[in-house]
């Protein structure tokens, strides 16, 4: 149902996200009520321009490269990508920007949906701008209020960047006619992904990052693979390079097709281009919220504890109410994380308010409330895997997945850890797969306890062969006992009997 009037209910989550309507089931679940405010549509960045359009536009061209590495389908598989059918699929799969499925669902999981733009008069109280016109309805929550809303594109300050003409993720992922040449600022996930995408759709792409390497969050030798492999696809890669200055006195390219930008680089070249994408990161949305109604300031990131309650100050006392959840909250930016943070705040939620035995039954368990109470790391009320077991996907070719921590990452947190690497076409599973197949694994290692702190796998599908790490890493498995995990035969995952033996068994 839709809300109309001012109303109060138990629960607010603002923002319907797939974070936000995560935190709104589980929050709901011991009977409290719930509503959800969103300002545009149900199922917010992810679904309809980032993971599903995103990875909806690489998928054609993994399916196509994967069929060149199989001599027999190689030969019927001469050509290159249909624009036209690759985006006609991108748009079933963000439902062509319609909300109703997810609408559906919410009233389904009995959350009362109310649109509009959320913002804090104060504690526990906001208005919701609910039409252009500024009609506003007030919503207070009786317990908790759980903030879901996102993050938003950084664009650099660039002399005559126009930032309502250039490209961020969103024009990207929704793209309706493929420019014929794309420059990308960035050398992040978005940036390379986006890349790979453009390149099959047939854009002339260069990348211009001012790193010296690309995914420079990630082990040093998958930005390497990932550059080679973009740089082998034809897109011009500039590393340790910065766009200083935009101007739009662009000629036309050669074949005759109009340019919009030329971009002047640190290096003293130009780019002239048809389209420009600015990948160069995102920032937790927190401004215009009203957050300064409530004794925060919406300029400095938001603190929040493992059970994701909101902190009035670093490593001070909770605020009692308010919980923040996804790219908001500023741990980590992905869906699959941020919707783990929206199960433990919606279950802390529903235990802390939620009716106890002698109030009425709940399915969180009897003694919910005294077990999250006396919650401790890795419990469900925790989310203890934001600190070092985060898994993440690249779907470039070659893909790159990795889970908990870099070498680096974990020398300077003190541990003392070796890695081992494997060649993953020495693989029978992978030669299986693709005759070219290339691919590095990687363990890293604790010297003392030997247990995998951080596992990096780049190659084909390397995605699929991620949970089996996350699980070491969350497990806090042993060598000596996964060495008991006996990998099938003939599939990639014989990787880790190999590294296994690398590191000495
Ligand atoms: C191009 C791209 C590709 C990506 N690919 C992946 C991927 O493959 N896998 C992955 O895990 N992650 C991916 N990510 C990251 C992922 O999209 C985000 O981590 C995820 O969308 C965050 O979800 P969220 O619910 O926190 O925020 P959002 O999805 O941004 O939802 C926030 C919602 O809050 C609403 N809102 C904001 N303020 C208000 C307000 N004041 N009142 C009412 N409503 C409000 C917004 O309209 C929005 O719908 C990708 C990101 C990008 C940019």
Redesign the pocket.
């Known amino acids: 149902m839709n809300a109309t009037s001012d109303q109060t209910f138990d629960v607010v989550v603002?923002?319907?996200?797939?974070?936000?309507e995560n935190a709104a089931d589980r929050a709901g679940r011991t009977g409290l009520s719930v509503a959800i405010?969103?300002?545009?549509?149900?199922?917010?960045?992810?679904s309809y321009?980032?993971?599903m359009p995103?990875?909806a536009l690489l998928r054609p061209g993994a399916v196509l490269a994967a069929a060149r590495g199989v001599p027999g389908v190689a030969e019927m598989v001469a050509g290159t990508l249909e624009p036209e059918p690759v985006l006609a699929r991108r748009d079933s799969f963000t439902s062509h920007w319609h909300d109703d499925s997810q609408v559906s669902w919410l009233e389904s999981a009995g959350i009362t949906l109310v649109r509009?733009?959320?913002?804090f008069t104060g504690p526990r109280t906001m208005s919701?701008t609910t039409d252009p016109d500024g009609a506003c309805t007030t919503l207070t929550a009786r317990h908790a209020v759980i903030l879901?809303?996102?993050?938003t594109?950084v664009i650099p300050s660039v002399p005559g960047l126009d930032a309502s003409e250039v490209w961020t993720?969103r024009e990207?992922?929704s793209v309706a006619a493929v420019p014929p040449s794309l420059a990308i600022i960035g050398g992040g996930?978005?940036a390379v992904?986006?890349a790979t995408a453009f390149t099959d759709l047939g854009s002339r792409v260069t990348v211009v990052a001012r790193g010296d390497r690309l995914l420079t969050g990630a082990e040093p030798f998958a930005g390497e693979a990932v550059a080679a492999s973009l740089t082998d696809l034809g897109v011009d890669v500039r590393l340790g390079t910065e766009v200083t200055r935009a101007s739009d006195d662009a000629p036309p390219a050669s074949d005759g097709s109009a340019n919009t930008t030329r971009l002047h680089l640190s290096d003293g070249s130009t780019l002239d281009v048809a389209r420009v994408l600015v990948a160069t990161g995102?920032r937790p949305?927190t401004t215009?919220?009203g957050l300064d109604h409530v004794g925060l300031d919406p300029r400095v990131p938001l603190a929040v504890d493992d059970a994701m309650e909101v902190l009035v100050e670093p490593g001070g006392a909770g605020t009692g109410w308010l919980f923040a959840?996804?790219?908001?909250a500023g741990r980590v930016?992905?869906?699959?994380?941020?919707k783990y943070e929206g199960r433990v705040a919606g279950d802390v939620v529903a235990a802390r308010f939620g009716p106890t035995p002698a109030e009425g039954p709940g399915p969180v368990g009897t003694d919910a409330r005294a077990r999250e109470q006396a919650a401790g790391p890795w419990s469900r009320f925790r989310a203890t895997a934001d600190h070092g077991a985060v898994p993440?996907?690249v779907?470039t070719r070659p893909e790159v997945s990795s889970v908990g921590l870099t070498a680096q990452q974990a020398r300077d947190a003190g541990l003392d850890v070796r890695t081992v690497r494997y060649d993953m076409a020495s693989v029978a599973g992978a030669s299986l797969l693709s005759d070219d197949y290339a691919g590095t694994a990687q363990l890293v290692v604790t010297t003392d306890t030997r247990l995998v702190v951080g596992a990096t796998f780049v190659g084909p599908e390397a995605a699929e062969l991620l949970h089996a790490a996350t699980i070491a890493v969350v497990g806090e498995v042993p060598l000596e006992r996964l060495w008991h995990a006996v990998p099938a035969y003939p599939t990639v995952s014989e990787v880790w009997l190999r590294l296994l033996e690398e590191a000495g068994l």
């Open positions: 603002i923002g319907a996200g797939a974070v936000g405010v969103e300002e545009a549509l149900v199922g917010g960045e992810c321009w980032a993971c995103s990875k509009g733009r959320a913002r919701v879901a809303t996102g993050s594109p993720s990207a992922t996930v978005v992904e986006m995102r949305a215009g919220v959840v996804g790219d908001v930016a992905t869906t699959h994380q941020g993440q996907v779907f």
